[in-house]
């Protein structure tokens, strides 16, 4: 689950460690995310230590949860607070799937934890899982639980206040990605 609207998401700002609140509709939308998911449904609830993540899963109703330093966002070093756009004006044809970011974390760094997450809800037993997180880390997250490369991560937009669905029935699943609306987990 990404973390609901701030102000530097609404812009477009690469936001990693600059520890920002949730807007008012940031807030509204993660509150409306309780008709999309119960917290009674899962085992496991791991949520990234920043703040617009933790907000994001309290007003979602998940009050007992663990902070797991790995799902932080993918570190942006010197890019921190810049837009794309911003961005590229320095590097031509950057993206943060295929260049290097001065002073951040390297892909590889990105890709080390966040499979790690994977590995820890794969083993930790939970019929279900979910993770409070950031849209570049829960990208890198969906390719790691696939086996899929990095460079894939621009082909999942993943909006503010969205769910999305992983599985591993048999072969590593996507069912779901960046939902707005509905219940998760249908009743049957």
Known sequence: MRHGETTWAKSGRHTSVTDLELTETGRARALSLRETVDPADFDLVLVSPRRRARQTAELAGFTDYEVDDDLAEWFYGDFEGKTKEEIQAIVPGWTIWTTPIPGGE?????????SRV????????????????????????????????????????????SVSLLDDDETPLLRHWNMTRGPLFPAT
């Open 106 to 114: 390297t892909a590889d760094e990105v890709v080390a934890r966040l």
């Open 118 to 161: 994977a590995a820890r809800v794969r083993g930790s037993g939970a019929r279900h899982a979910i993770c409070f997180a950031h849209g570049h880390s829960l990208r890198v997250l969906a390719l790691a639980w696939l086996g899929l490369p990095i460079r894939y991560g621009d082909l999942l937009d993943l909006g503010t206040a």
